[in-house]
């Protein structure tokens, strides 16, 4: 092997010829000519087996590649084991490596940051990035084919003269999956010859679909699995989106036995990826619902497989129909944690307030855990940032300083002790969340426009509606919509601390605020009944008014400031809570809270719902005590985890009575729900006996996985949400 032969991206990048291209558009073109040698030279497989050909996984198996959100990429780990497997190479390897080590996208990223803003990072109170994930618009792919997008590209060339550099790069990555096409079909054609009957019949299934596609539209389910796949692995493996809109006309027709052998095989190849956010459902901007054939042999087949992947998200509105509720339950009774529930009621709207026409806020789907996309015309962070409230509350209590790592990295907003009242209390606090988005967003804007600079995306130009019609790429304001989206961490933990410290501190004062704050250091030693109100003041989550309102107070603070932000991509920063793996990583990186909470308990809510363990009063208190808080004013996934016990879903009235309870709760302005089906017992003996449980599935803050793969803080978190009955 030569190292061209091992690193065809590397190669194809550095010899492309740039004499003709201004250089505004040189590094788009670099990448575009290195991923064609690579579909050039890279080896192909092709099992019968899978029913469908696609690179799959190999592309981060090389060294020095281009991926979903770093960019370029090469990593020190994967040049020692380039090294490893070629160790007769080993010198070329490290001078290739050394070559593209400046322009690494992400050593760019970090070196843009402040110092203050590395160890904000570095103490859980905030980050900031700006890459994620995409969705491509595969509606439209299918339908027009690479000739249709060709065509595109020789109009707009027309009307944009100055930018021909960059139409260049579009052919030239839009050539990349014709060329892989024709590889696959001469290689399954050469299969044929020695192929068993079996596999013989599925080869010249793909021969003839590779003949039709990418160029034109696909003429059944099986060209249109095999040109979803082939255009869904070719660059990332990332999020399927809006999946029943883009393939249910390909579904709708095709012999039933087929075709859903045909979604079985897709999804397994789903699966094998782990494919991000799959989207099913929902409703046109007049209302009309969209659910389909396919719609309900997704849900079907996610039952059957019983898989933790892909994440399943399915939307709902006025005129679902009672089928959709109906097999949207009896999917989450089978304990996957899936679909993922979206009220288009509030999600739309929530949309058209940021300038999103109806026409689009209506092509909203998920992307990564449950970030908001507008799909196949957007760039919207997924995701550009996190917040945690529960630090700024910190800052807040001890005048900007870190009290679990001692450093001074918040706003000065003075001597808690010497607050007289609540509000001056509540003021620093809303400067500190103020100051941490301003840092999250600042962060992200940074690497937003390095990315635009550095990383350009031509695959994503061609598939992302707006980039060919302005001239302009994926990450550089090339599509129609360019917000972003911050997370939030803690909200429920600030709520319940603020109440408890206006109650025993300013209301009765029962302590002061320096007796609280001593307790605070000492983590309780010595304060047992201080803490003992503290643990059993009004938790958020049971209906009760005074943290309630302040949960409200606090969600319309943070959420609207972040409105007022602009993004590079050119929108406006939106705020929701999808807490992924992180919750229990958060609660370490703080010390002891005015909720009760210890230092060393890593205990921290896992979603907008209450503190794991803190709701204690029934599903409809909590609902009531979420619905308190406006949530049309979330533009990013507004996670509410719930946990049923097996039981719920076991009957026909228990099936009826979590959808009433959904119905009601979107009706009254929530915007999803994420459902855990589980046995606490059965958690419990998972976590001592993980050889006994590999196969259980649990629903974390955005997604699903294996419980026994989890670390032993997120599993405690996850045993301590309470289990709902209705």
Known sequence: ???????????????????????????????????????EE??????????????????????????????LASYPDIRNAQKGRFPELAEEIDALYDEFEPIRTHLLTGGSFTQRQHELRSIKACWGEGAGHANPDYEMLLRIGTDGIREKIALFRKIHTDKAGFYDALEVALSTIEILAARYREKAAAMLETASPEDAAVLRRIVRALEQIPQRQPRDFFEACQFFWLAYSFIDNDSPGSFDYAMGRYYEHDDPADRYECLKKLWELFHRVRAWNLCVGGSDEFWNDKSCALTYDVLRVARELHYNTPNITMRFHRNSPERAWREAALTIGTGIGMPAIYNDECVCPALEAIGIPPSDSHLYCMNGCNQIDIF???????EDGEISVIKALEFALFNGVCPKSGKALGLATGNAADFSTFDELLNAFFAQTDFLTDQAADMS??????????????????????????????????PYYGHGQILTEGLPDAADSLAAIRRFVFEEKKYTMATLLAALRADFEGYDDLRSDLLNCHKFGNDHDDVDELYAQITDHIYRYAQTIPTFRGGRFGFGCSTFER????????????????????TLADSIGAVPGCDTCGPTALLNSVLKANQYLATSGNVLQMKFAKGQFNTEKGIESFIALAKTYFRQGGQTLQVNVLDADELRDAKENPEKHRGLIVRVGGFSAYFTDLEGGLQDNIIKRTEQGI
């Open 1 to 39: 092997m030569t190292l061209r032969e091992i690193e065809p991206f590397a190669f194809g990048f550095k010899e492309a010829d740039v004499s003709g291209i201004a250089p505004e558009f040189q590094r788009e073109y670099r990448i575009a000519c290195g991923f064609r040698r690579l579909c």
């Open 42 to 71: 890279t080896e192909l497989t092709i099992d019968p087996k899978d029913w469908f050909v696609g690179p799959g996984c190999t592309y981060p198996h090389l060294g020095i590649h281009y991926s979903r959100g770093a960019g």
């Open 376 to 382: 196949g015309k957007s760039h919207m962070g997924l």
């Open 445 to 478: 804007n940074k690497c937003q426009r390095i990315f635009a600079e550095e990383a350009p995306n031509p695959w994503h130009s061609l598939v992302i509606q707006g980039c060919i019609e302005k001239g302009l790429d994926y990450k550089n304001r090339g």
């Open 583 to 602: 919750a229990a990583r958060y609660g370490r990186s703080v010390a002891a809270l005015p909720n009760g909470k210890k230092k060393d308990d890593d």
